[in-house]
């Protein structure tokens, strides 16, 4: 249990499934003493039933918000703070998790609207969430304080053959996570990157557009990492005292090595 999260108001985006989901049970799980968790995806009734589930486990002492947010959508992110209850508005920890893949396809025969929701989730969504929600942390004492965990992907650093638009917008977190935190240093404001290797979510269902068996057939003869692996990086990074950073951290399975 840490301390350190006691009381903390936590937003995650694409809390409905995989790693966003279990990002919030292990927070509840982790700091169960007035935590405020603010759950955001499109799937609303999804966030309802994790909500309940949350509240089945750990009780009264975190109190749990399930948001409809499409982060690809720049007005509703841009209303998002303002929309929420008074009392849920101070943000302390923004973790963007929200994003997806579409197809496997070679750069020339990539559909526009593959390319077009990529990137509008991925990154542009990202950075729009982080516009939200910075002022909030900017306006705290010492030139501000809070917490921005970005989502990566091995892919950012590693690109694949058929995940050309992907590795693109995640090579884009990379780049826009790094700049943020060099613009942010010597404030309170901690920026920080988590990237997961193979990790067996609903991830893979929406890279073959629902079809199921071709997203199983990723994980033949492997063994991928579970959303709780990433989810417990997440929270490890978010309950380090103040001054520590862990700025930059890659986690895959073993044999993806
Ligand atoms: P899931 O498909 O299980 O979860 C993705 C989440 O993003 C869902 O909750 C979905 O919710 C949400 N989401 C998608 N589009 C939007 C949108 N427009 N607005 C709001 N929420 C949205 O996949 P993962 O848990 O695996 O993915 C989480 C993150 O991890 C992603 O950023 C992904 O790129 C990254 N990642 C995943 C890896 C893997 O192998 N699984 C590897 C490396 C990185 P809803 O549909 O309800 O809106």
Known sequence: MSKRLEGKTIVITGASSGIGRSTAIEFARTSPKNLRLILTARRIDTLKQIAEEIKKEVGEGVKVLPFKLDVSSPDEVRNFVGNLPEEWREIDVLVNN??????????????????????????????????AILPIFKKRADGGAGDIINVGSIAGREPYQGGSIYCATKAAVRSFTDSLRRELIATRIRVIEVDPGQ?????????????????????AGCEPLTPDDIAEVIVFAAGRRENVVLADTLIFPNHQA
């Not at 997806?100 to 989730?121: R, S, W, Y």
């Open 98 to 131: 929200a994003g997806l893949v579409k197809g496997v396809d070679k750069a020339p025969e990539i559909k526009e609207e593959d390319i077009n929701v990529m990137f509008a989730t991925n990154v542009t969504g990202l950075i729009n969430m982080t516009q």
């Open 199 to 219: 990790v067996e979510t609903e991830f893979s269902i929406v890279r073959f557009y629902g079809d199921k068996s071709k997203a199983e057939a990723v994980y």
